[in-house]
């Protein structure tokens, strides 16, 4: 357990672990939900789980979400390659500007179980039913993390290639 620790990033600990932690906590002590005791090692895994789905949420719905209301602004990403190399601190602030972004679908996720507890006609949906709807969100929203991850890849290559080649023509 302590090997797997030590190889958490501290951006999947300010993303995944953090977020995931709290959002357990809270849903333990303010909503009531009480899950069961856990080891160590099946609260770790819990909490990243939990923080890795917001942090999706959180980039793919979220984040657009966001710029399409004009709440933030990226700048172009041949910019930001540009100043991560000599601004030091870019990838600490990239990893604080993740986690607040993974705050968002976490605190919503709390509202949205608290409100559930008000409507009475949601305990009946037979667990099955839940599990098919859960399974078809959390596919629906991996695909579309995966596409957007590998398009962020390519616009970086991209524009690696770009300046590669305008470095050749000189």
Not at 55 to 61: A, F, K
Not at 65 to 70: F, R, T, W
Not at 102 to 131: D, G, R, S
Request: with cysteine; glycine share 2%.
């Amino acid at each position: 357990m302590d090997k797997i620790i030590e190889k958490l990033s501290s951006y999947h600990l300010l993303n995944y672990c953090i977020p995931g932690a709290v959002f357990w906590m809270v849903m333990e002590e303010v909503v009531n939900i009480k899950v069961g005791e856990l080891n160590v090692g099946e609260s770790i895994v819990i909490y990243y789980i939990c923080g890795l789905i917001f942090s999706r949420i959180g980039s793919v719905i979220i984040e657009p979400l966001y710029i399409k209301l004009n709440i933030v602004k990226y700048a172009k990403t041949a910019d930001y390659i540009d100043a991560e190399k000599e601004e030091t601190k870019m990838s600490t602030l990239l990893e604080m500007n993740n986690m607040f972004r993974t705050f968002v679908p976490m605190c919503i996720a709390v509202l949205i179980l608290e409100v559930a507890k008000l409507i009475p006609i949601l305990a009946q949906i037979p667990q099955e039913v839940k599990v098919i709807f859960l399974s078809i969100l959390l596919l629906i929203l991996f695909s579309l993390s995966y596409r957007k991850q590998t398009l962020a890849i390519k616009k970086r290559v991209d524009c690696y290639i770009s300046k590669k080649n305008n470095n050749l023509n000189r």
